[in-house]
């Protein structure tokens, strides 16, 4: 009996997408090795941790897929960006490569939904969401690159922002969890 629950074109789509979640886990390993030679081991480490979190993303496409009764197909993957120049170009290309993301999370939910295939279009939502964090967070990257004097930044505040990403939280606030007392 045919089990699988997914059409042959979703299975195809969401298997990509796992190979996409784990070029990205590709992409921030190599930009935290970058960061890490060059002294800034608190951003290596906020990266590294990125990284991990991408390939949790990946095995997410890949249970789900498993679940519906399909199989997805693991590919080679593509070197990563040559090492940026300096940690603005490094943090312009995290939200160049999470903005990218988005645009191919939305085109799965485009499929989800002219397939009228709610089970994938609802599992889908979860990265909806999850983007919308991970662009805030890379914005905020540049922000406080930005106020901390941005290329011409001086050792004192890379010392301090360095420190800073070392320790700080994975996730960004969502705007659905905003209140009048914690904007
Ligand atoms: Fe998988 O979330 Fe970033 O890209």
Known sequence: ???????????????????????????????????SDEGYDGIGNFLFRHS????????KFMEYILNRGGKPTVTALKAADKDPKNLKECFDRVFKHEVENTEKIYNLVNIAFEEKDW?????LQWFVKEQIEEETLAMDLIDKLKIAGGNEASDESLFNLDKYL?????????????????P
Do not use: C
């Open 1 to 35: 009996m045919n089990t699988k629950r997914l059409s042959a074109a979703l299975e195809k789509a969401l298997s990509e997408q796992m190979n996409v979640e784990l070029y990205q886990s590709h992409v921030y390993l190599s930009y935290g090795i970058w960061a």
């Open 119 to 123: 089970a994938t279009w609802n599992f």
């Open 166 to 182: 070392g320790q700080a939280p994975d996730d960004a606030e969502l705007a659905r969890d905003a209140t009048s007392e914690k």
């Open 52 to 59: 991990l979190e991408e390939r949790n993303h990946a095995i």
